[in-house]
């Protein structure tokens, strides 16, 4: 098992489009790591670049002490596996995962050996006579993994596996990889842009925008901390709402101050906004979930009602633009009243308009 460690890292392709600047990173022994964007970010290139299918322009990337860039993809011991997963249709379960093995020389007894023990870890002992077509997409992916992992990998590279099957699959997957990833303990990093995937299975989250790292941390931290607009947009549903206004001081308490909107900070962050105080060029952002239809913050007219049947999602004009709101129960709202709103004063997130920098 190996970390992964990116350097400085940058790519530009010859039409003079840039993938990467300047990105660094580390990737813990046994982690799994989410590069996790928009398409376009540049996660596909720095996975192509970890599996040696794509040179960086500059920089370099480490697996545990070891330079890799000048290394051919055979031999830097990692597996890949794509959206799109090619089984050999010919061959049954058991030989499309021996495959590998085959082409390496293992002898016969010992391929054997390790694809019946890979088959149970993946829950394919009872197919491994069958041919791929008579598999489910659940199933043919699972073998696509499992001919991956065969070899034993020291790195484990994943370019959005799930993002061929159907819903209720990609939720079974999901599952199922975690364990796979809990069982084997090999450092696996993982592209997608579903922050869903991204949130529940990672270790920690990379998330990138145009070719840049944003921010590194573990779900919770990049839910709850995210260090700029990006960040706090992209993760998290419905998105987090944004409201632009100021920050007042009053009786020695922050207020951040919008158009028909107040929330008076605890006296916690009051104090570390106290120098941040400003008339205008401040941006709130609420997530849904902490805004509830209860008086204390401001008022708006509801629109529409989603009723998801636990809880409500609803969406209000308000002075200061529209709002949406998880609301929990049932018929909670509807479309045309005028509801009370109360954003949660201790999850406010608060940025420079400007910069879209996180302000504290
Ligand atoms: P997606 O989720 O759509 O795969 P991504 O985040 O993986 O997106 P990349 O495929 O890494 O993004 O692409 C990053 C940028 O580099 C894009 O602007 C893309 O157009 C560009 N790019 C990728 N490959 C090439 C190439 N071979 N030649 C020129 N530009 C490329």
Redesign the pocket.
Known sequence: MVSVRYQHLHKA???G????QDFSLEVADGEFLTFL??????????LRMTAGLETPTSGEIFFGERPVVDLPPGRRNIAMVFQSYALYPHMTVQQNLEYPLRKQGVARDERARRATALAATLQLDALLHRRPKHLSGGQQQRVALGRALIREPEVFLLD?PLSNLDAELRTQMRAELIQLHRRIGRTMIY?T?DQVEAMTMSTRIAV?SK?ELQQVGTPLEIYREPRNRFVAAFVGSPAMNFVEGGIELRDGRAVFRAAGLEVALPDARSARLAGLARASGVLAGIRPEHLSLEPGSGEGRVLVVEAMGHEDIVTAETPAGRIVVRSAGTATAAAGDLVPLRVDPEKLHLFDAASGERLA
Do not use: Q, R
């Not at 489009?17 to 990467?20: D, Y």
């Not at 964007?37 to 720095?46: A, I, L, R, V």
């Open positions: 392709f010859g039409d489009s840039v993938a990467l964007g928009p398409s376009g970010c540049g996660k596909t290139t720095t959005e592209v842009h990138m070719g």
